[in-house]
């Protein structure tokens, strides 16, 4: 059992490309959150979504586009990266809500030059 | 923000001992956990606080909040090399956008 999964771990890009990050979960959870993680930040929320077609705004949603048109999938799209945008990108789920406890992907690294 | 703040940044200790990282926070919450994170990994949840709760146990954790200050800490008793990690508090925030926040971290590492 995956329970969690990431997708690439590892990616560099450039400026102005169009980068989708893919999250995928075995477990059914409900509600399931995009979060980046940068030095003297902590972890900030992108974009949550509390069921399938169900997705809202977090801390940071500036440049960022979700979809959720499966219980299981959350891609995370950066529509034009910005090398602000380089960070590393954390996918979490809740099977009870978005302030119980989370499980955590193993991230995904991301460079824009 | 609602963001927690854990202090120290950095605690170097010796296996065996106790540690203890607090967090302190701004406005009201409904409840307060702890994460942990190995290097290069994700986070792993460790124990949930609720805003009624005083004090909580976990194995060798323990977790205590006070609400009056605005605080809580994490005590790992009778360290080990495995627990070096970063460790997070994260509020759930009654009063602004009800997400989680999580603070900037404590990094612990024990030396065996």
């Known amino acids: 059992d995956a329970g969690i999964t990431q997708s690439p771990r590892y990616k560099i890009t450039e400026t102005g490309r169009q980068v989708t990050l893919m999250c995928h979960q075995t477990?059914?959870?409900?509600?399931m959150f995009w979060y980046r993680q940068d030095l003297g930040h902590g972890l900030r929320l992108i974009y949550y979504s509390a069921a399938a077609d169900i997705t809202d705004k977090g801390e940071v949603p500036d440049g960022y586009v979700v979809s959720r048109s499966k219980t299981e999938n959350f891609p995370l799209t950066l529509e034009s990266a910005t090398r602000s945008q380089t960070s590393v990108y954390f996918c979490?789920?809740?099977?009870?809500?978005?302030?119980?406890?989370?499980?955590f992907g193993p991230g995904t690294r991301l460079t824009v030059l | 923000s609602q963001q927690g703040e854990e202090d120290p940044q950095a605690l170097s200790i010796q296996e065996g001992e106790n540690a203890t990282m607090n967090c302190s926070y701004k406005t009201s919450i409904n409840n307060l956990q702890w994460y942990r994170q190995n290097s290069g990994r994700g986070l792993v949840h460790l124990i949930l606080i609720r805003s009624n709760e005083r004090e909580k146990h976990s194995g060798r954790l323990r977790v205590t909040l006070d609400t009056s200050k605005k605080s809580s800490s994490l005590l790992i008793t009778a360290s080990r090399a495995a627990d070096t990690a970063s460790y997070f508090c994260a509020t759930y925030d009654q009063t602004g956008a009800n997400n989680l926040f999580f603070g900037t971290g404590t990094r612990l590492t024990v030396i065996p």
């Open positions: 477990w059914s959870h409900s509600y």
């Open positions: 979490a789920t809740s099977p009870v809500g978005r302030y119980n406890e989370q499980f």
